[in-house]
């Protein structure tokens, strides 16, 4: 039976509440630790924001090309109706890249897959595996004004390297407060669009572009 977008949905609210929450207990509070400690902290909980955004456009893509039930009711349809779960992994993959897509194949396992999160991929897959909803996923994409940035913040304080920092300090001038001893300080940065820390911004836009690309 065809999945629901709108459970897709649902269950990344639901994380996304977890982890917002956590932020707020753990990272605006925080009792007296020492600094490694809240590094890994912060890290922590970028890494598990950018893995949820990852695993929902992943799931969304996947599902609304074997055909999915849109809010509206409708069931989704592609030219890959009939290939299974890591078949249509293997057209995004090749998608992602620019790629033809001569004999389709299944990849052997999740780590042979593209960033799902990254959204000059991302945008490919959705451009190019011809879902009915393509314009709902687009949508939501095009709503993400400052996912490069979480992406940008979990690669820099998973791979600390001169190039990373380099990156993260030329993102400074986007934002306010923008101080930072480690890549994972970048949560706390303020959105002046917003008045408030980056982390929230980050939320925002995944809620936003969930809600949209799920119609």
Avoid at 106 to 131: F, M, R, Y
Wanted: hydrophobic letters at 40%.
């Amino acid at each position: 039976m065809p999945i629901s977008l709108d459970a897709l949905q649902y269950k990344l609210q639901r994380r996304l509440k977890v982890l917002d929450s956590g932020f707020d207990r753990h990272v605006l509070n925080p009792v007296a630790v020492r600094q490694a400690d809240k590094f890994a902290l912060q890290e922590g909980y970028v890494s598990a924001l950018w893995q949820a955004w990852c695993s929902f456009c992943r799931e969304l893509i996947i599902h609304s090309a074997m055909g999915a039930i849109t809010r509206s009711g409708a069931i989704t349809t592609s030219p890959h109706n009939a290939l299974r779960e890591m078949e249509i992994a293997y057209v995004a993959k090749r998608l992602s890249n620019g790629d033809p897509l001569n004999n389709i194949r299944p990849l052997i396992g999740s780590h042979q897959e593209h960033t799902w999160g990254d959204l000059s991929k991302v945008n490919l897959v959705a451009s190019g595996i011809g879902c009915s909803n393509g314009g709902s996923i687009l949508a939501g994409l095009s709503a993400c004004d400052r996912i490069d940035d979480l992406q940008l913040c979990r690669n820099a304080s998973a791979h600390i390297s001169k190039s990373t920092l380099q990156r993260v300090k030329d993102s400074k001038v986007r934002y306010l407060n923008n101080s930072f001893r480690h890549p994972s300080d970048m949560i706390c940065w303020v959105d002046p669009s917003s008045s408030d820390f980056l982390w929230k911004s980050w939320i925002d836009d995944i809620e936003l572009a969930a809600d949209l690309a799920v119609q």
